[in-house]
């Protein structure tokens, strides 16, 4: 009986006798047919049997690819840590970096879905900000990558989008009468964001809640701001009636 087990379990690895090419390869060829589990396995074994040599790391970066298409986020994140540890200089170590971009940045994607009817302010934007100190971390470390020209412009997107979040929120603290939370979230636009196209929602937001507030002084301020970067906009004054009625229109 145990001879027989043992005669099974032979059986049931049919990778047991195969070379790190062919295991290499097949494990390919799972990859690109999408079986990401089986992938994942081969890879695994790949690694554990010829754990020295360019098989290895290699597999090490499948399997964190293949994570990535199974859309498993954290499995992913610990083996794009786990490949950078082990191997800083490695030659194609700049697209562990544009991955761990890659996996924070798909997963953004729900966190700024504005269709959604669930309340902007339960909403975390802690993906979008991973994904560009990611992005960021390989435009710095490795600008001549060929990843470099794609990160930078996700992370032009995501400035875009973690400012328009946070008009988002200020927007939904303005139409409760939640001002100074307004401002506040107004306020993280026009200093971190500065560049943005939301900067001048911002400081609207920021005039039309001092307003609310009474705040004289400060929404003059605001407005003087808002006058001498925005000049030539069509709604010349924040607190015009054509920019208030565009304001509100957006809620109504």
């Not at 020209?149 to 988002?168: F, G, K, N, P, S």
């Not at 609207?204 to 001498?228: C, H, P, T, W």
Request: hydrophobic share 35%; aromatic share 14%.
């Amino acid at each position: 009986m145990l001879s027989a087990c043992g005669s099974l379990s032979e059986k049931a690895d049919e990778t047991k006798s195969w070379s790190a090419s062919k295991l290499y390869a097949e494990a390919k060829d799972e990859l690109n047919s999408g079986n990401y589990d089986k992938a994942i396995k081969y890879f695994e074994k790949l690694e554990s049997r010829y754990p020295f040599g360019a098989y290895a790391q290699q597999a090490q970066m499948e399997v964190a690819y293949a994570y990535y298409r199974q859309n498993d986020q954290a499995q992913c994140l610990a083996a794009v840590e786990r490949f950078i540890r082990l191997h800083p200089n490695h030659a194609n170590v700049d697209y562990m970096y544009y991955l761990r971009g890659l996996v924070n940045f798909k997963d953004k994607k729900s966190m700024f879905d504005f269709i959604s009817r669930q309340d902007p302010t339960e909403r975390d934007p802690k993906a979008a900000r991973d994904a560009f100190d990611a992005f960021k971390q390989l435009t710095d470390r490795f600008p001549n990558s060929k990843y470099a020209a794609d990160a930078t412009d996700r992370m032009r997107y995501l400035v875009q989008a973690m400012a328009q979040y946070e008009i988002h929120v200020a927007n939904y603290y303005l139409q409760r009468g939640a001002f100074l939370a307004a401002v506040n979230r107004a306020q993280t636009v026009v200093r971190y964001y500065p560049g943005s196209p939301s900067a001048q929602e911002a400081l609207r937001i920021q005039v039309v809640a001092y307003e609310a507030m009474g705040l004289k002084e400060l929404r003059d301020d605001a407005e003087r701001v808002y006058q001498l970067n925005y000049k030539g906009n069509s709604a010349a004054s924040p607190r015009s009636k054509r920019a208030e009625s565009a304001w509100w229109k957006f809620w109504n």
